[in-house]
Every structure is written in structure tokens, then in C-alpha cells.
């Protein structure tokens, strides 16, 4: 399903979408499932897979991944409900500036994925409550205002939910975040300021690193190597538990 930036009010309901194959040739590429979608774009219901084997862009060609090999790609607001968006190794879950997910699930078709391939990226607002992601890279949030509620992340292998914006405001409750051992849970870069409530952060080197002081209360911190750091971490920080 291919849009255009000036389509409005779009709705997708109850289909079932495979574009690619199984089959990893190391060449398949710009398979796409709902494409270039127009502001307030709605999704209800959908199952979405997406296959591609091949990688035309580097690290910060966030924009062109999305637009070219992703599940859901939209220009401005995308409201996702009851979906499931299933991504291979070189495709991301869904991009938006502005992204509304209640009960959506993301997951990987392949147990690894290349680099840089997202299974959540939100450049304006993000709005997140029971989603359940399972991804190398959950979640990317380079917006202003975000929130993420009663909400299931599975990280294989990279940061779980990675904010940016030096003006980010990010809050977090009821969420559980598990690693594999490796990379950072949340990792809050300068100037964003964390509020994280009743959320357990489970198997990462580092649980949370924030450059600026967050606002912790009644979190747990699980079998990571190192729970807390970063330049923001101080000894008051609310109510948190270490195991």
C-alpha cells in the first residue's frame, strides 16, 4: 500500500500484508508493506511482514530506511492498534513523526538483524501503551514528548530505548525491559529528562545510563553489570530496588 504526503485520513483494517520472500538471497531490497502514508494514517487489526537481505545505508540513514524498507512508513501522525508488524534483518518495524501505538507487536522474523534497523522510530511525539516489541534495536525516539505504558521490550543484542533530544521529555510506567547481556536498556542522552515509574530493567551491561538526572520512583534493576550511570546519576534518585 503506497500513499502520498498530501493523503489524509487514511484507515488500513484487518489485512494481511507479505511482500518478500523468506529466502535470504543477500540482495532482495525496497520491499515496503504500508508505504509513504499521509497524516493521521490509522492502522487496526493488520499483519504485516516484510523481507529484505540487503543494506544500502549507512548509520544515520535512518529516513531513507524507513522510506524504503520498513513495515509502516509515515509522514507525520500513524496510529497503530492491534497490529502486528513482523520485520527481517534489513527492514524496520515503523516510522513516524508523530506515532500512537496501543496493543501493536513488533517482532523479528530472523533471531538477528543488520545494523541500524529499528523497530520503532518517532521523530516528533511518541505514544506507546501494551506494545510488545521483540528487536535488536526496540526503540528510537528523537522527538520532544514522549510516553510509554504497560509496555513489554525484548532487546536482542543493542539498546533498548534510545532517546536524543536535548529538549526530550520521556515517561515511562509499568514498562519491562529485558537485554541479553549486552548494551545499554535506556540510554538518555544530554538534556532529556526521564520520569520512569513501577518498570523493571532486566540483563543489560548497563541498565540505565542518563546524562541528565532522571526521576526514578519504585523501579527494580535486574542482572545488569553495571544498574546506573552516566553523568545524571546521583545518590537521590526516588525509590528503586538492585538485584
Given amino acids: 500500500f503506497q500513499g502520498a504526503s498530501n493523503n489524509r485520513d487514511n484507515t488500513f483494517v484487518r489485512n494481511s500484508v507479505t511482500i518478500g520472500l523468506t529466502y535470504d538471497d543477500n540482495s532482495a531490497h525496497y520491499n515496503r508493506g504500508f508505504s509513504y502514508l499521509g497524516d493521521n494514517a ?54 513516524a513523526n508523530s506515532l500512537n501505538m496501543t496493543g501493536t507487536v513488533i517482532s523479528n522474523a530472523n533471531p538477528y538483524q543488520t ?3 529499528k523497530a520503532v ?12 516489541i521483540t528487536a535488536r534495536y526496540p526503540v528510537y525516539f528523537t522527538g520532544t514528548s ?35 547481556g549486552t548494551a545499554v536498556g535506556l540510554d538518555m542522552e544530554d538534556g532529556v529528562t526521564l520520569s520512569m515509574n513501577s518498570s523493571v530493567v532486566d540483563g543489560f551491561a548497563t541498565g540505565l545510563s542518563a546524562v541528565s538526572t532522571p526521576n526514578l520512583y519504585s523501579n527494580s534493576f535486574y542482572n545488569n553489570s553495571v544498574h546506573l550511570s552516566g553523568d545524571g546519576i546521583g545518590s537521590d534518585l526516588g525509590d528503586a530496588s538492585y538485584f
Avoid at 516484510?50 to 524498507?69: P, T
Avoid at 522510530?121 to 506494545?131: I, W
Avoid at 530505548?161 to 537485554?179: D, M, Q, V, Y
Fill in 42 to 95: 490509522v492502522l487496526e487489526g493488520n499483519k504485516v511482514t516484510v523481507y529484505n537481505h540487503a543494506n544500502n545505508w549507512s548509520e544515520n540513514n535512518d529516513d531513507d530506511r524507513g522510506r524504503q524498507q520498513s513495515c509502516v512508513y509515515g509522514y507525520y501522525q500513524v496510529t497503530s492498534t492491534n497490529d502486528t508488524l513482523i520485520m527481517s534483518d534489513n527492514t524496520m518495524g515503523i516510522y
Fill in 115 to 117: 545494523d541500524y534497523y
Fill in 121 to 132: 522510530y518517532a521523530s516528533g511525539n511518541l505514544d506507546m501503551d501494551e506494545v510488545t
Fill in 146 to 180: 514522549g510516553t510509554i505504558t504497560n509496555t513489554t521490550i525484548v532487546s536482542i543484542g543493542d539498546d533498548g530505548i534510545t532517546a536524543t533530544n536535548s529538549s526530550a521529555n520521556l515517561n515511562i510506567e509499568r514498562l519491562t525491559l529485558i537485554g541479553g
